[in-house]
Every structure is written in C-alpha cells, then in structure tokens.
C-alpha cells in the first residue's frame, strides 16, 4: 500500500504577502497535488527575501520533515527574484534533469520558459522544487514533473525498489 506523502507549497511574492495580490499558482498546486494523492499539510506565502525563503525551507524539511516542497515564484530575472539562490543555501544536492525537463516543456508554450532559474534538489528526505510564479507556468512545470514525484520521495524515503 502506497504511503502518505505529505507535501508543503510554499509562494513567494512579495505583493501576495503584503495582501495586494491574489495568489492563484499555490491553490492551483494544492488542487493538482490533491487530486494526484498527495497531502499538502501546509502552504504559506512570504515575501523575496532570501533569509526568510531559507528559514522557511529548513523548517519544512527538518522540523516538518515533508517529503515535497513546491515554491511559486522568485524564479526569473527581477532582481528581487531570489529563489534559486535561497534554495541552493539549503539543498544537500541538486536534481537538475527536474529543471532541465520543466525548462524544455516550457518551451513548447513559449520562448519565456528559457529564462526561469528554478531548481529542483534534496535537503535530508526532502524534494524541493522551485517553479513559475504564474499559475500556469506553475501548473505546467508541475504537470511535468509530477509523474515522477511519488517515486523520488519513495526513494528519498529509503524505498530503492524499482518496479
């Protein structure tokens, strides 16, 4: 019988955590990770400060201990987008076919896709995988990699059975 896996969505805008914008890429997550079997136990929404995305991260990973971290947002080139940077401070190390294969998807909808910088890596037992602040460049990154999701936490899990 398939384990829980309990997942986390963290968005990052600095507008959304002020109240002047209306997050629709992390519920759209939520919806898309529900309906995929996952248990999203948290979301939150903080500005683009590097400290606190980093703070945030740790926490889920080490005290929460959840097995996937999606974060929406902060993945272009604005130079308040940071974080690639603040996830890189907290992985144990990266999954880069995750980025390169959202990148390459992206593309088929449009040219933009080549200047997200969002990353995928591990911390402990942790997935954590940057996206898109836009709901559907969140939604299409996520429909890209969901298929292996469940796997890599069985992995991170210890489960190294391969089916």
């Known amino acids: 019988m398939d384990e829980v896996v309990r997942a986390a969505v963290l968005t990052i805008s600095d507008a959304g955590s002020r109240g002047e914008r209306v997050d629709t ?4 997550l939520v919806r898309m990770l529900d309906d995929a079997g996952f248990v999203v136990a948290e979301t939150a929404i903080c500005p683009d400060e590097p400290a606190e995305i980093a703070a945030l991260l740790r926490r889920w990973s080490d005290a929460e201990a959840y097995a996937l971290i999606l974060t929406t947002g ?18 144990d190390y990266r999954v880069d ?10 593309l088929a909808s449009t040219p933009r896709a080549m200047l997200s910088r969002g990353l ?26 969901l298929p292996v999701l ?13 089916a």
């Open 150 to 162: 469940r796997h890599a936490a069985d992995l991170l899990r210890g489960d190294t059975a391969h």
């Open 97 to 106: 076919g995750m980025a390169e294969a959202m990148r390459a998807a992206g």
């Open 25 to 28: 890429a992390g519920p759209a």
């Open 74 to 91: 902060g993945t272009g080139l604005s130079p308040r987008d940071r974080t690639p940077e603040a996830t890189a401070e907290v992985l």
């Open 120 to 145: 995928a890596g591990v911390r402990g037992r942790t997935l954590i995988v940057n996206l898109p602040g836009s709901e559907r460049g969140a939604t299409e990154n996520l429909t890209t990699v």
